[in-house]
């Protein structure tokens, strides 16, 4: 995720004349969505298909290639769908403002800001959802969904704040 935003301030700063996450938004990213997705993800039981893998020896890496397949794939994903935003947003919202505009006041460039931040809070949201299951078969990420409360919690306050 941090990559992925890193890269999408980058396009926002080229294309909007400035980033298009101001520095509350990436305190919401950062401290609070990271921290709860850590924390309903350490909290959940492990899955029956985990329990029966064979153990582990100290020479296989932590990072298998299934997982680095899920961090580039949800990276290029997440820049792909933030650029649209970046890119497209006015269009397809009917929000006119020119981006060389520097107002900060500036209500139809803070309506595109805060759609781009919204959007990208979500792709965060349905993330955490995925990184339940990063097994190189598993593919159902609604496997045994409900069996953590906490992760539930997290997802509805994620959701309604």
Same mark, same amino acid.
């Given at each position: 995720?941090? +990559? ?120 965060? +949201? ?24 906490? +992760? ?10």
């Amino acid at each position: 995720m941090n +990559f992925s935003i890193l890269v999408c301030i980058l396009i926002g700063v080229f294309y909007l004349s400035e980033s298009p996450f101001n520095s509350v938004m990436l305190i919401w990213i950062n401290l609070i969505m990271d921290v709860l997705a850590a924390l309903a993800l350490a909290t959940a039981p492990p899955l029956q298909q985990v329990i029966n893998e064979p153990a582990i020896t100290p020479s296989v890496p932590i990072l298998q290639d299934v997982i680095w397949r899920q961090i580039f794939g949800v990276t290029i994903w997440n820049i792909i769908v933030i650029s649209i935003m970046i890119f497209f947003g006015q269009a397809m919202f009917g929000i006119e403002y020119k981006n060389s505009d520097q107002s900060n006041t500036s209500l139809p460039k803070r309506q595109h800001e805060t759609i781009i931040f919204n959007t990208f809070v979500f792709l965060q +949201f349905f993330n955490q959802i995925n990184c339940r299951v990063v097994g190189p078969k598993d593919f159902n990420v609604f496997i045994s969904f409900f069996n953590n409360w906490i +992760f539930i919690l997290v997802l509805v306050t994620i959701f309604f704040v």
